[in-house]
């Protein structure tokens, strides 16, 4: 069983950054892809980014690439996302998840944390 905690949400001006963390505990941070999810209101989850079990391998959606970065550190069983010239669409509450194939596929996260919560102001 994986427990992921995240940190780092707030409200923030457009064309700011924030770096989010989440912290791993009670499993093989190692052998898990991760990725990072963002939910806004009446919308659906979706994959914002994704790193392999060895950080080796990233995917991003499109409407972050070149503006978010996914990192993890297996040493401190955390994965980073670090979010730069956010707009006010980035607002959302944003999930990470731990998953045993480094997949776009929601269904195949099987750990979830509890949410960090995103705002960007115009």
């Known amino acids: 069983q994986v427990t992921l905690v995240e940190s780092g949400g707030g409200l923030v001006q457009a064309g700011g950054s924030l770096r989010l963390s989440c912290a791993a505990s009670?499993?093989?941070?190692?052998?898990?892809?991760m990725g990072w999810f963002r939910q806004a209101p009446g919308k659906e989850r979706d994959l914002v980014a994704a790193i392999s079990w060895s950080g080796n391998s990233t995917y991003y959606g499109d409407s972050v690439k070149g503006r978010f970065t996914i990192s993890r550190d297996n040493a401190k069983n955390t994965v980073y996302l670090q979010m730069n010239s956010l707009k006010p669409e980035d607002t959302a509450v944003y999930y990470c998840?731990?998953?045993?194939?480094?997949?776009?596929?929601?269904?195949?996260?099987?750990?979830w944390g509890q949410g960090t919560q995103v705002s960007v102001s115009s």
């Open positions: 998840a731990a998953s045993k194939a480094f997949t776009v596929l929601r269904r195949m996260y099987d750990y």
């Open positions: 009670g499993g093989t941070f190692s052998s898990y892809a």
